[in-house]
């Protein structure tokens, strides 16, 4: 089964400082993708970034980069210059596509609250 | 504009009665999700659909059943709901034929309390 670890439960971090959320994820399948969304307070779901699993490089977003190690199983995120906007809840997530096709549904870590602090 | 529709932000509800949450979206996507969210415990899959008529089994689909009928409209439905179902439920939706990628667009939720 597919597994995504965020160890972070909760971040504080400074104003304009980078930040790096930790993703780690778990699963035998070669064909992957791994996404990034933030859940502000109003509660929607915002799509930030995608990487898969047999992209050379890593995805940028703007403000947003995704620091792939494909042999350490990992996907952090990293924000440049963050903003008090930026305060949320992040979640790392994963699909796999099933050879015998359908879709599958993406799977999530438990989120990493991150407050902005001025 | 992309738009996942869920039909109440905020409901209240008793012990053993039968919920209907309701979900559209207006992006003619085959693939529709719902799942729940819960502190400390992330999102987790309920049922999802890949065309009409069609349902899968998520990781969490005891207690919830699901229609879909139509392809805009993906309602879940908590035959006899329990105060363990309290939580925030999310639908979300995707375009099919995206491999790996493919993002899932979401609705603004429903926070169900089941009293």
């Not at chain 1, 440049?80 to 906007?85: H, I, P, R, T, V």
């Not at chain 1, 930026?86 to 990493?112: E, N």
């Not at chain 2, 504009?1 to 012990?15: I, P």
């Amino acid at each position: 089964a597919q597994k995504i670890t965020q160890t972070q439960p909760g971040m504080f971090v400074q104003e304009k400082e980078a930040v790096t959320l930790d993703c780690t994820y778990d699963t035998s399948d070669p064909s992957y993708g791994l996404f990034w969304y933030k859940q502000p307070s109003s509660g929607e779901m915002i799509f930030l970034i995608y990487q898969g699993s047999y992209d050379q490089q890593n995805a940028t977003e703007g403000r947003y980069s995704l620091n792939f190690q494909k042999a350490r199983k990992s996907a952090n995120l990293v924000i440049s210059a963050s903003q008090l906007g930026d305060s949320a809840m992040y979640f790392c997530a994963m699909r796999v596509m099933y050879s015998g096709g359908g879709a599958d549904g993406l799977t999530f870590g438990k989120g990493t609250h991150l407050i902005i602090q001025p | 504009d992309v738009k996942v529709t869920q039909s109440s932000r905020y409901l209240v509800k008793r012990t053993g009665e039968k919920v209907f949450l309701e979900c559209v979206q207006d992006m003619d996507h085959e693939n529709m999700f719902w799942y729940r969210q819960d502190p400390g415990l992330g999102l987790r899959l309920i049922y999802f659909s890949y065309d009409v008529k069609m349902k899968e089994k998520g990781d969490i689909p005891e207690g919830y059943s699901v229609s879909r009928e139509k392809k805009e409209r993906f309602s879940l439905i908590l035959e006899s709901a329990s105060t363990n179902q309290t939580s925030m439920y999310l639908c979300a939706s995707s375009l099919a034929g995206q491999g790996t990628a493919g993002e899932l667009f979401f609705g603004e939720g429903s926070r169900l309390t089941v009293l």
